[in-house]
């Protein structure tokens, strides 16, 4: 799907983006859905109206005044003229009688003043005024007999005059139903009521029951907080309540040192999650020399859950040298089995399918893997696929090597001397790998060597996505920091991040393992 503009970053994360990208790697938003911009000229700015000129006075000129308006109730020059009444005829206010309570003296509407507020204003008469109800049908007599009961009146009792009844509409004239002054009225609360208690005349209730606490809900346990804002809360699909951005998984970006290693993983600019895992471990032999491993596994990408099968495969191939190595075990053969045991590991994912079996689009997870183990005098490196171990002498004016060799399109091509190794490389099918774990490999054969370094220097353990920046070892060797030996998390930590300047297309993992002994490497054996 076309783009018909381009995002320099994505609307919904902000991660950065580059023209050929048709979903955000951050966050999977479908970037073709964003609108682009508006087109055509820009519609014109109102014409709003002019100032005028000040008076003088230092007091800014009003842009509209109120003739420039529709006329309103305050302006004078619209309202409507006042009836003339005949000479010596005076309103009965100005003749000193009270008006009637109730009726409007002169019959028209009253206009308040503009700087004085009227202290009872009242409607104007309009067509929309609410009409009177009509009035209740009079109640026929009771006949006597009829059963009706008619309190008597004692004669000793006078019966107190009624009031003259005001005139049918005037305001404020009690009528021949209404109550005392001093009772209250039914259905209203008293004057010095509680807000709770009943009104005068409503049955009284009885007081509601407090809740149960032990049928009360218990309160919403707190959330993890935003990384993103730090406010809000995230919600069960991983994102912020808040801000609504994605919220990193935990293997978005992972790191491990142990006191004679390190590794790094990130998940990279382009992809929205993290396909590579990595195993550090160390442990002791049998004759007390410490044995440092670092297992490092890329997901196929192509293939169903390629981020459970890395990480099934990491976790097997450390857990099978740390039951082997400190048995006695010969590291060479010691990392075969591990290799065989992380292959059967990944098969067995084949049998847990996560999608119904006629959904398409479903295959065995797969991925590739790379190790090392260091000792005192040994390093033995073993893999499957395109993942690599470099070695860095100390001295950097020695040479650095590749210790393995790629299971791929383009290194068959370069062994076949069919093509050289920067026309392979540059060809669309080179990283296409030939050999990797999982329940469809052709069959599985995992790689092993040994090599004696001669001097101190630095083992890296990596995977393509850093690789892919640095291919060559004397790449490799200008990024890794003179004290990776020294500093291993932090010369991880500059490889990842020179990845991540370069353009983040993959996911980077890389492992650096210093080399104590001396020596420059010495190739023993291959199989």
Do not use: K
Not at 17 to 45: H, Q
Not at 295 to 314: E, I, Q
Not at 339 to 363: K, R, S, T
């Amino acid at each position: 799907m076309a783009r018909t503009h381009q995002l320099a970053a994505c609307p919904r994360c902000a991660e950065p983006l580059d023209a050929s990208d048709l979903y955000c790697g951050g966050c999977g938003y479908d970037l073709s859905a964003v609108p682009g911009p508006p087109a055509g000229p820009p519609p014109p700015a109102p014409d709003w109206p002019q100032a005028r000129e000040t008076d003088g006075t230092g007091r800014p000129a009003p842009v509209l005044r109120a003739a420039d308006l529709p006329a309103t109730v305050s302006d004078t020059s619209a309202r409507p003229e006042q009836p003339t009444l005949p000479e010596g005829v005076r309103l009965p206010e100005e003749a000193g009688v009270p008006a009637e309570p109730g009726v409007r003296a002169g019959g028209g509407p009253r206009y308040v003043s503009d700087d004085r507020p009227a202290e009872h204003p009242e409607p104007p008469d309009s067509d929309y005024a609410l009409a009177a109800p009509p009035p209740a049908p009079p109640t026929p007599p009771t006949p006597p007999g009829a059963g009706a009961h008619v309190p008597a009146q004692s004669a000793a009792a006078p019966v107190p005059p009624r009031p003259e009844a005001a005139p049918e509409g005037a305001q404020g004239a009690p009528g021949p139903n209404a109550p005392a002054p001093d009772a209250p009225v039914p259905g209203t609360p008293l004057p010095n009521a509680s807000p709770g208690s009943p009104a005068a005349g409503a049955p009284a209730s009885a007081p509601e029951a407090a809740p149960d606490p032990r049928l009360s809900p218990p309160p919403p346990e707190p959330g993890p907080v935003c990384a993103r804002c730090g406010a809000g809360r995230v919600d069960a699909d991983g994102y912020c309540e808040r801000c609504g951005h994605a919220q990193p998984r935990p293997r978005d970006h992972m790191e491990r040192e142990l006191s004679t290693l390190a590794a790094v993983s990130d998940r990279g600019l382009r992809h929205h999650r993290n396909e590579d895992a990595f195993a550090v471990a160390a442990t002791a032999l049998p004759d007390g020399a410490t044995a440092a491993v670092a297992v490092v596994c890329d997901g196929v990408s192509s293939a169903t859950r390629p981020d459970a099968a890395s990480l099934a495969a990491a976790q097997t191939a450390e857990a099978a040298l740390m039951a082997s190595l400190p048995r006695g075990t010969r590291p060479e053969q010691a990392m075969r089995e591990a290799i065989e045991q992380a292959a059967e590991a990944v098969n067995a994912l084949a049998d847990e399918p996560v999608l119904p079996p006629e959904e398409p689009g479903q295959n065995a997870p797969a991925c590739t893997l790379v190790a090392a183990i260091v000792t005192e005098e040994l390093l033995v490196v073993g893999w499957v696929g395109d993942s690599r171990v470099y070695w860095v002498p100390a001295d950097r004016s020695a040479t650095p090597y590749r210790l393995t060799e790629d299971d791929s399109w383009a290194a068959q091509m370069v062994a076949a001397r069919l093509l050289s190794e920067e026309e392979a490389y540059a060809d669309e099918r080179a990283h296409a790998i030939t050999g990797w774990l999982g329940a469809d490999a052709y069959e599985l054969e995992p790689h092993t060597a040994a090599f004696r370094p001669e001097a101190p220097g630095s083992v890296v353990v990596c995977t393509d996505g850093l690789w892919n920046y640095a291919e060559s070892a004397e790449a490799m060797a200008a990024l890794l920091p003179a004290d990776s030996g020294s500093r291993p998390l932090d010369a991880a930590r500059t490889l990842v991040r020179y990845a991540l300047d370069s353009g983040g297309h993959d996911n980077i993992t890389v492992a650096v393992v210093p080399y104590p002994a001396p020596g420059e490497p010495v190739r023993l054996e291959a199989r």
